[in-house]
C-alpha cells in the first residue's frame, strides 16, 4: 500500500507541474487567434465608434501587454481563481458550475452505457465469430462509427421527436412545467434519452471494435486451451480467462475518452440545445472570451491528468503483474 | 443527406396540412375580431443568446428583442416611421429645429416601484448612454443642454439642427435607464445588471444560462390592463435545423431576423400553425453589399467596380440564395425608408458590359482568361452568406476575374475588416430609419477610422459626397433633406464605393394564435404590451 501511495502523490506532484505548463500554452494559444472580445462585441453591435472599443479593452484588461496579462492570469491561477468573464458578467468558476451538470450527467452516462454495451456486444461477436449475429454487430458498429454524430442527432429527433412524438427534441426539462420531485427526475430523464444514445452510439461502436479484436486475439492462446481442458464451464473462460486479458486495451482508449467527458460533446449539446460546457466552449472560441476559455482549459487539463492516473491504477488491478512504478 | 431529411420533412408537412384543412376554419380567418383577453405564454426563439441584458449597455439583435420588453423609449415608430407616442405622449419641435421638448407619461414606474421622471430622461441621455452607447453618443453629443422643465418635462436644446433627431429616441436607439440605481456608479459593474430594471410591460424573472430567459407581466404597467400575456420564455436553440424542428412542432411560437436558414423559410411557410411576415424591420432596413477596399488595386478603378455591379445578378442572388426574401438594391438608401431615389445610375445584369468596362479599365485577358486577382473575406455569418461567396466567385470567374476566397470565424473579420486588410468581403448593415444615422457613416471621409468596424472601411472619399451628407443631416426641413440626398445618392451610385446586393427582408414566423406581435417598424423588439393569445 504505502508503494501506491508514493505513486500516486509522485503523480500528483507531476500533476501539477504538468497543468501549470497547459495554462501558460493555453494562454498563448488562444491569445494568437486573431480579434479580441472587444472586437467580436464592436461587430455584434451593428455599429461602433472608436471610445467603444477602447472601453471594452480597458475593461477587459486587454490593453495591458501580454506578459502583464499573463502574470495576472497565472497568479490568479495558483489562488485557484480562475478570473471573470467580462462578456457574460459572471466569474469563470460559477459559470463553469453551472454548466457542468449537465454535460457530465450527458457524457457520464452515454460512457458507461456505451463502455457496458461495447464489452458486451464486442465479446459477444469475437465469441461467435463468423456467424450471422457477429456480422450484425459488426455491420451496425461500423455504421455507428462512421456516421456524423450531427446526422445521427437529427435523425433521431425526427424519427422519435417528430414523426413519433414519443421524446423532446432539445433542451434539459420541460420549461416552465413546474414539475417537482420524481416528475422532474422523470422530466430530465426523457429530455436525456436522444442525446444520450447519440452520443453512447458513437463510444459503443469504438468499444464494440476493440473489445471485439482483442478477445480474437486471446481467445486461441494456450491459457484458455488449458481453461477448456480443465473443463471450465464457457462464462468463466470468457469472463475470468479471455476478457480479463484482452480488456487491457479497451481501458486504455476508455482512459483517453473519459478526458472527453468535461469538454462534453460540442456537436450533441449544440443540436440538442443543452447548456453544457462543450458548448460554453464552442461560444467562448467565437467570442474569444479568453477567461472563459482558459477555465474550461484548465478544467479539461485537470481531469485528463487524474483519468491517467485511474487508468493506471486500474491497469494494476485487472492485471497483477503490471506493477506501479513512480 | 440533406434529401433524406428534406424527404421526411416534406412528409410530416403534408400530414400536419391534412390535419389542418379538417380544423375548423374560423381559426385562420383575418379580420375576425377576438375579444383581447389576458393570460398565455409565449416562447420566442432568442438566438445567439445575449450576453447581458440591460439595453443601455448591449445593443446586440437578441438583446433588443428580449430588453425591448423590459426597457422602453421615448418614441416608437410606425411602418412609415413617423414618430409615435411610447414613454413621451406629446412633442414639440421649434420652428428653427433646435429645441424638442417632450412631455411624459405621469403614471409610468420602474419595476421596483419608483417612479419614471423627467430627471431619469435627462440621466439616460446625458451620463448613462454617452458613456456606453455609440449610437447615442453620436446623437445626443450634438445637444448644447438636456434639461428637466419639471418632472414630467424634458427639453433638448441642440446646436445645431440635427434632422433624425427624433428617430435617436426608438428604445434601442435610447433605452431609458433608471438614475436611481445606476447614478454615482460603474454602469457596466453595477451588480443590478443582473436583475434589469425597466418600465416596460414585462420583468426579468429568471435567466437560466444557455437555456432560456424567462419574463413576466408586469401588473403594474403603466397602460390600463396591459399587457394581456402571462409570461414570455426566450428560448436559446443554437442549431438551425433545430430551431426551424421547434416551429414545426409548436414547441416555439414566434422565430425572428436570422433564427431560421433562407433553405428553410418556403418549408416553414407551408406550415398551418404558423404566419409569415416580412413587416415590421422598417426601422432597422438592412441593406447588403460587397464591401470593397478602394485602396487595393484593382479595386481602386470606378470601372472595376461599375464592372462589378454589371457582372452580379441580383436578382438571381434574391431568388436562389435568399429564396425570394429581400428586393435587389439599387444604391445606398433602402427604398423603404424616407429619402430613397430611384432615378440613378441603372446596373442590370450584363456580363459583356462588364467585360467592356474592364477592357477600359486596361484589364485585358491573359493567357489564361484572367483579367485580375482579387481576395474575397466571405463574412462569417450562416450558410448564406457562403453561397454567395461562391456564386460571387463565379459571376465573376465568367468576366475573367478570378476570386480567392477566405474564411474566418466573426473575431477574425471584424479584425481585418475594420483594419482594412482585405479586397472584399460582405457586410450588411441597419439604416435607423434615417440616412443620417444609418447611411451616410459608411461613405463620408470622416469616419474613415482605422480599427473602427462599421466605419467607412472601404476608405471612400469625396469632398460632395461628404458636403452633401452634411448639409442634409444639419436641416430638419424634409424637401431640402430630399434634394441633398438624392444629390449624394447620384453621386455614389455612379462611384460605386460598395456593390449594393439586397434590401434585406427577414421573416418574421409567429403562431396563429398570437395576434398583434408586428405592429410598427421595430417589429420584433417591440414592447408586446398589446400581443395576445386567442384561446379556443
Keep these: ?326 | 443527406m440533406s434529401n433524406r431529411l428534406r424527404h421526411f420533412r416534406q412528409t410530416l408537412t403534408a400530414a400536419a396540412l391534412a390535419a389542418a384543412l379538417a380544423a375548423p376554419l374560423a381559426l385562420t380567418v383575418p379580420g375576425v375580431a377576438v375579444a383581447q383577453e389576458r393570460g398565455g405564454t409565449m416562447n420566442i426563439i432568442v438566438q445567439p443568446e445575449p450576453p447581458i441584458l440591460v439595453l443601455g449597455l448591449n445593443q446586440q439583435g437578441p438583446t433588443q428583442t428580449v430588453a425591448g420588453k423590459i426597457y422602453q423609449g421615448l418614441l416608437t415608430f410606425g411602418f412609415d416611421l413617423t414618430p409615435q407616442p411610447e414613454l413621451a405622449e406629446s412633442w414639440e419641435v421649434s420652428p428653427d429645429g433646435k429645441v424638442y421638448t417632450f412631455k411624459l407619461v405621469k403614471n409610468a414606474k420602474w419595476h421596483d416601484g419608483k417612479p419614471f421622471t423627467a430627471h431619469d430622461v435627462v440621466f439616460s441621455t446625458s451620463k448613462f448612454l454617452m458613456e456606453t452607447h455609440p449610437r447615442a453618443r453620436a446623437t445626443f453629443s450634438k445637444c448644447e443642454k438636456i434639461e428637466a422643465l419639471d418632472d414630467y418635462t424634458v427639453r433638448f436644446t441642440l446646436k445645431e439642427p440635427f434632422g433624425p433627431f427624433l428617430q435617436a429616441f426608438e428604445v434601442s436607439s435610447a433605452p431609458m435607464m433608471p438614475k436611481h440605481i445606476y447614478e454615482g456608479t460603474d454602469f457596466k459593474a453595477n451588480p443590478a445588471n443582473a436583475t434589469p430594471i425597466g418600465t416596460g410591460p414585462f420583468k426579468f424573472k429568471e435567466w437560466n444560462k444557455g437555456s432560456y430567459i424567462h419574463l413576466v407581466r408586469n401588473d403594474e404597467y403603466w397602460k390600463a390592463g396591459k399587457p394581456y400575456l402571462d409570461d414570455i420564455y426566450f428560448r436559446v436553440i443554437p442549431d438551425a435545423a433545430s430551431r426551424a424542428v421547434a416551429v414545426e412542432q409548436g414547441t416555439v411560437q414566434q422565430t425572428q431576423f436570422n433564427d431560421i436558414e433562407t433553405f428553410d423559410v418556403p418549408r416553414l411557410k407551408g406550415l398551418p400553425n404558423v404566419e409569415m411576415t416580412t413587416k415590421g424591420y422598417e426601422f432597422f432596413a438592412p441593406l447588403s453589399w460587397i464591401e470593397i477596399n478602394t485602396r487595393n488595386k484593382p479595386l481602386d478603378d470606378k470601372r472595376f467596380r461599375q464592372a462589378m455591379m454589371h457582372a452580379i445578378d441580383r436578382k438571381f442572388i434574391r431568388d436562389k440564395i435568399w429564396f425570394g426574401l429581400g428586393r435587389p438594391a439599387t444604391g445606398p438608401v433602402n427604398s423603404v425608408t424616407r429619402f430613397h431615389e430611384s432615378n440613378v445610375r441603372k446596373y442590370d445584369f450584363d456580363p459583356k458590359k462588364a467585360e467592356a468596362l474592364l477592357e477600359e479599365a486596361g484589364y485585358k485577358k491573359g493567357s489564361d482568361g484572367t483579367r485580375a486577382k482579387v481576395r474575397l473575406l466571405v463574412m462569417p455569418y450562416g450558410e448564406t452568406w457562403t453561397r454567395l461567396g461562391e456564386y460571387v466567385k463565379q459571376a465573376m470567374k465568367r468576366v475573367g476575374v478570378d476570386v480567392t476566397l477566405e474564411t474566418t470565424d466573426a473575431a477574425g473579420w471584424v479584425n481585418r475588416v475594420s483594419n482594412w486588410d482585405y479586397d472584399l468581403s460582405f457586410n450588411f448593415v441597419y439604416q435607423y430609419g434615417d440616412p443620417a444615422l444609418g447611411v451616410s457613416r459608411t461613405y463620408i471621409s470622416d469616419n474613415i477610422r482605422k480599427g473602427v468596424m462599421f466605419s467607412n472601411t472601404m476608405g471612400y472619399s469625396n469632398p460632395e459626397v461628404d458636403q452633401l451628407f452634411a448639409q442634409a443631416a444639419q436641416t430638419n426641413k424634409d424637401e431640402e433633406r430630399r434634394q441633398l440626398y438624392s444629390a449624394a445618392q447620384k453621386i455614389l451610385v455612379e462611384d460605386v464605393p460598395v456593390a449594393w446586393l439586397l434590401e434585406m427582408e427577414f421573416p418574421t414566423f409567429v403562431d396563429k394564435r398570437f395576434k398583434n406581435a408586428v405592429t410598427t417598424a421595430i417589429g420584433v423588439n417591440e414592447s408586446y404590451d398589446s400581443v395576445y393569445m386567442v384561446k379556443k
Aim: no cysteine; aromatic share 10%.
Design chain 1, 1 to 326: 500500500m504505502p508503494r501506491i501511495a508514493l505513486f500516486i502523490s509522485q503523480r500528483l506532484v507531476k500533476a501539477v507541474f504538468v497543468v501549470l505548463a497547459i495554462a501558460v500554452f493555453n494562454f498563448f494559444l488562444v491569445h494568437a487567434a486573431p480579434g479580441d472580445p472587444a472586437a467580436v462585441m464592436a461587430g455584434e453591435a451593428g455599429a461602433a465608434d472608436a471610445k467603444f472599443v477602447e472601453q471594452l479593452r480597458q475593461q477587459f484588461g486587454l490593453d495591458r501587454p501580454l506578459y502583464e496579462q499573463l502574470g495576472t492570469y497565472m497568479s490568479k491561477v495558483v489562488q485557484a481563481d480562475l478570473g471573470y468573464s467580462y462578456r457574460q458578467q459572471r466569474p469563470v468558476f460559477d459559470l463553469l458550475m453551472d454548466r457542468l451538470p449537465v454535460t457530465l450527467s450527458l457524457t457520464l452516462t452515454a460512457f458507461v452505457l456505451a463502455l457496458l454495451g461495447g464489452v458486451a456486444l464486442g465479446t459477444l461477436a469475437a465469441m461467435r465469430a463468423g456467424t450471422w449475429s457477429d456480422t450484425a454487430i459488426t455491420v451496425v458498429g461500423l455504421t455507428a462509427y462512421a456516421t456524423p454524430i450531427f446526422w445521427i442527432g437529427l435523425m433521431l429527433i425526427l424519427l422519435f421527436s417528430v414523426n413519433l412524438g414519443w421524446l423532446p427534441a432539445f433542451g434539459t426539462e420541460t420549461i416552465g412545467a413546474g414539475y417537482t420531485g420524481w416528475e422532474a427526475f422523470l422530466d430530465k430523464a426523457k429530455h436525456l434519452v436522444l442525446p444520450v444514445t447519440t452520443l453512447g452510439l458513437f463510444y459503443m461502436a469504438v468499444y464494440t471494435r476493440l473489445t471485439r479484436a482483442s478477445i480474437l486475439e486471446v481467445r486461441d492462446m494456450d491459457f484458455v486451451k488449458t481453461a477448456r481442458a480443465k473443463g471450465l464451464p464457457e462464462w468463466r473462460i470468457v469472463s475470468v480467462h479471455i476478457l480479463r486479458n484482452a480488456i487491457l486495451p479497451v481501458i486504455t482508449v476508455a482512459g483517453f475518452q473519459a478526458g472527453h467527458l468535461i469538454g462534453g460533446s460540442i456537436l450533441i449539446e449544440t443540436v440538442f440545445a443543452l447548456p453544457g460546457i462543450g458548448r460554453l466552449a464552442f461560444e467562448a472560441v467565437l467570442q474569444r472570451d479568453y477567461q472563459v476559455l482558459l477555465g474550461i482549459f484548465l478544467l479539461t487539463s485537470v481531469v485528463v491528468v487524474v483519468f491517467n492516473l485511474l487508468t493506471d491504477l486500474i491497469y494494476s488491478l485487472v492485471d497483477p503483474r503490471i506493477e506501479v512504478a513512480p
